[in-house]
């Protein structure tokens, strides 16, 4: 794989993951609205798709020295897309437990899903560079697992002190 779909993937996948974690349990916790759960999914899909896909290509650009060439710039678009398309697919994995189980049990599951493909792209990633698996998974996961825990906490504020 292409390093800057590589880079673009391995953004897309992990803010997809993370984020729409955090979106589904704090508003899981704060509202117990299924509903408000899927919207939040579909937002999160497109709105910060969009948004990511644009960071990373502004990011891409403002690294370039000098004027770039058109194969600078295919590396750029390069990245741009496989940002938003693995952004936009792995945040909408995350749809199918919300639609098809109570939103406790989907809660559960998208936790196990999420954590499952942070720990499985970690292993790419450490094997990719010869690195130590277990260090660069333990760091992914802790990461993970602070998003999780505070994501809670402020669902269950909010839900508790201001509504």
């Known amino acids: 794989m292409k390093i800057s779909i590589r880079k673009g993937?391995?953004?897309?996948l992990t803010s997809g993951i993370i984020t729409t974690l955090g979106l589904i349990i704090g508003l899981a916790a704060g509202t117990h609205s299924r509903l408000a759960v899927i919207g939040?999914?579909?937002?999160?899909?497109f709105a910060d798709g969009l948004s990511d896909s644009l960071g990373i290509h502004i990011s891409e650009e403002s690294t370039?020295?000098?004027?770039?060439?058109k194969?600078?710039?295919k590396k750029i678009w390069e990245s741009t897309f496989s940002t938003l398309f693995s952004k936009i697919f792995f945040a909408l994995t995350f749809l199918i437990p919300v639609l098809f189980f109570s939103l406790n049990t989907a809660v559960i599951i998208s936790v196990l899903w999420g954590l499952s493909l942070i720990i499985f792209f970690s292993y790419y990633i450490a094997k990719n560079n010869k690195s130590k698996p277990s260090s660069v998974i333990a760091e992914h996961f802790i990461i993970t697992m602070i998003v999780i825990i505070l994501s809670k906490i402020i669902g269950y504020l909010?839900?508790?002190y201001i509504t």
């Open 9 to 12: 993937f391995g953004f897309g």
């Open 158 to 160: 909010i839900a508790n």
């Open 64 to 69: 370039q020295k000098g004027k770039s060439n």
């Open 71 to 73: 194969r600078d710039r």
């Open 40 to 45: 939040g999914i579909l937002t999160i899909a």
